[in-house]
């Protein structure tokens, strides 16, 4: 549920109504009662009702109560501007030593991977087969975080001279996690050890298998740990009970450079590299960034230093696997941001995985040979295309599905024979953008009847927790609050989604659909200047936990307004003798703006056009009415 304490206002933006609310205390509950055409009861001390209606689309837009006194605190501390200051205190920072840590936090700061549960069995088992010789196996996961962690932990290996080879499973055929088959043909292969990635922690039969042919298993994962945990060799998985390890949220990578931080010092304690230098572990930090920010981790604590480093490294392209992959992806020379990362990089290292097998994007990120490089990752950006093709199709034809308000007061659970199983993640993610539900899109084996789904959900919904409460109706499932994969019997699917719908009806307000933006500060646009976004880059790189800073400026009249590129939408604004740029992308179809007063939700950063920088407004949300006078 929405918690409104910690916003001192909250708008509330109509296409022909603009309704200011000040929570504290006149208003102090926010209840929509149909979609579309959502009716909003405000109910406040004075036991007054008004209802007013939200358009489909629309967004309720919370601003964060402001702190002056911490905000002057931080900005004398840390020399940065009191609005910037601010914005330490809306991610939650309290102190100047927090604030500190956010800022400057370093390599130096990251926290002993001794600390996670099991390292030490799993180190001192790791050194006995690369001393022995004998044949390791790395079995991955086939999204950008189970590939990179792949990639991590086998170039490592290879440093160190192991016998060491990786497995990454099909899709479509094999499925998530490990498969019993695979285990045959890896222990086939005279395998003794079998190092998982970003898998593993829910697979007890397969692990099960393992130990009957003499094949230890060493589980490194990051999702969420079930009642029973699998009988491994050694389980790293900080979020498993009795795990000490301070931070619970790594992404698959992270846990597996863990896991090489900690066998390189056990290593050097052994004495191992007494002619020559150890492998210089920031050198895999490219990898790492590539894998957490493609898992949609939350960016703090270790996570933010793991990519915050890790962007500088890929920024140098020393690694001619990522090169290549820049090169397909239009990301020009000089420092690489988060953003290259989500919407260009990482799609094209997924292509494969989710339209066939992992093991080509695993292969540029392992190559050392740049012609083979450029090779692949050509294929992965064709690839990347027909995903692309493919998306757009099944996300037509869900949409198709959902058929009035009806359907709309409930989660989505949508099925079809059609769907490639292998987009229909992304494909939920989109729909939960535009209808601000828990959605779940299951494609249907037409021969076996088994539908393989994927899941989405929104803030206030922990969809494992959901997933669990259906778990008799399943055949398996994993994942985490977020973003979960699961298979069921095609017979099963109408009780699901009437269990499905009770849990969350449940466990759910009326007021929790309603999509809000959460907005730092309401500021006028002379607030902004060029020392203002330079202190708002230092609280990059930002995402889940670290979201981009985001200001409203309101009662905007002059301005002009064209469509420009694929449908993105361009203005120019006028204020108190300043001008601006912005750009909404893929708003171009959603507004049309005459003679309107409007409301701008944005973010402020550079842009560097033919050699000029100056300052652009990213348009997150725009509202509008008609002007006074029209």
């Known amino acids: 549920m929405t918690n409104f304490s910690n916003y001192h206002q909250s708008i509330l933006l109509f296409k022909n109504i603009f309704v200011f609310l000040d929570l504290n205390p006149l208003f102090d509950k926010i209840l929509p009662h149909q979609t579309p055409g959502v009716q909003c009861l405000l109910q406040g001390v004075t036991g007054k009702q008004r209802v007013v209606t939200l358009s489909p689309g629309l967004k309720l837009w919370l601003i964060k109560e402001q702190n002056p006194h911490l905000s002057k605190a931080f900005s004398s501390s840390f020399n940065i501007s009191p609005l910037v200051s601010q914005l330490l205190i809306n991610r939650g920072l309290e102190s100047i030593d927090q604030a500190d840590f956010f800022i400057n936090a370093t390599l130096k700061d990251l926290y002993s991977p001794f600390r996670m549960k099991d390292m030490d069995r799993a180190v001192q088992r790791i050194i006995t087969a690369v001393e022995k010789k004998e044949k390791i196996y790395i079995y991955g996961d086939y999204d950008v975080d189970g590939i990179t962690a792949t990639a991590v932990v086998l170039l490592f290996l290879r440093e160190v001279n192991a016998s060491v080879f990786y497995y990454l499973p099909n899709r479509l055929q094999e499925g998530y996690g490990l498969d019993t088959e695979a285990l045959q043909k890896i222990t086939r292969e005279g395998a003794t050890l079998l190092i998982t990635v970003d898998c593993g922690i829910s697979d007890i039969e397969p692990i099960q298998y393992a130990r009957t042919k003499n094949l230890d298993v060493i589980v490194t994962d990051h999702h969420e740990p079930p009642e029973k945990l699998p009988p491994a060799y050694a389980i790293l998985n900080p ?15 992270g846990v597996a450079f863990n896991l090489i931080m900690a066998l390189r010092t056990k290593l050097r304690e052994h004495g191992f590299w007494q002619q020559e230098t150890p492998p210089n572990l920031k050198n895999y930090l490219d990898l790492v960034a590539l894998g957490t920010l ?11 230093i793991l990519v915050k480093s890790g962007l500088a490294v890929l920024s140098t392209g020393d690694r001619v696997g990522i090169r290549a992959l820049k090169a397909v992806s239009a990301v020009p020379e000089g420092p690489v941001a988060g953003d290259a990362v989500t919407y260009r990089l990482a799609p094209r290292i997924n292509a494969y995985g989710r339209l066939s097998t992992a093991a080509t994007a695993a292969g540029l990120l392992i190559a050392g040979d740049a012609g083979e490089a450029r090779r692949l990752a050509r294929l ?8 692309q093709q493919l998306e757009k199709t099944i996300t037509a034809e869900a949409r198709a599905m959902i058929k009035g308000e009806e359907h709309l007061k409930k989660p989505l659970v949508l099925a079809s024979p059609n769907w490639h199983p292998g987009v229909i993640g992304i494909c939920a993610s989109r729909l939960v953008e535009e209808y601000y539900r828990p959605t779940v899109l299951i494609s249907i084996d037409a021969k076996t009847r088994q539908g393989r789904g994927s899941a989405r959900s929104i803030h206030s919904f922990d969809l494992y927790r959901g997933l669990k409460q259906c778990a008799a109706l399943l055949t398996s499932f994993g994942g985490h609050k977020y973003a979960a994969g699961l298979t069921i019997p095609a017979e099963n699917i109408p009780a699901f989604e009437k269990q499905f719908s009770a849990i969350i009806s449940a466990a759910m307000q009326d007021e929790d659909f309603i999509p809000c933006l959460e907005i730092d500060a309401q500021i006028p646009l002379s607030a902004i200047s060029d020392d203002v976004v330079e202190d708002m880059e230092k609280l990059a790189p930002f995402g889940t936990a670290n979201p981009e800073p985001l200001f409203c400026s309101l009662d905007l009249k002059s301005y002009s307004s064209m469509i420009v590129g694929n449908g993105h939408l361009k203005l120019k604004i006028k204020e108190n003798g300043c001008f601006y740029d912005a750009i909404g992308f893929n708003m171009g179809t959603c507004h049309t703006l005459r003679d309107e007063e409007i409301k701008l939700a944005f973010v402020p950063q550079f842009n560097l056009w033919q050699g000029i920088k100056s300052i652009q407004l990213k348009l997150k949300d725009i509202q509008s009415r008609p002007l006074a006078n029209a």
């Open 294 to 304: 493609a898992d949609i981790v939350p960016l703090v604590d270790e996570n933010r």
């Open 239 to 253: 979020k498993q009970p009795g795990c000490s390890f301070p931070f619970k949220e790594l992404a698959g990578v």
């Open 380 to 387: 992965l950006h064709e690839e990347n295309i027909k995903r």
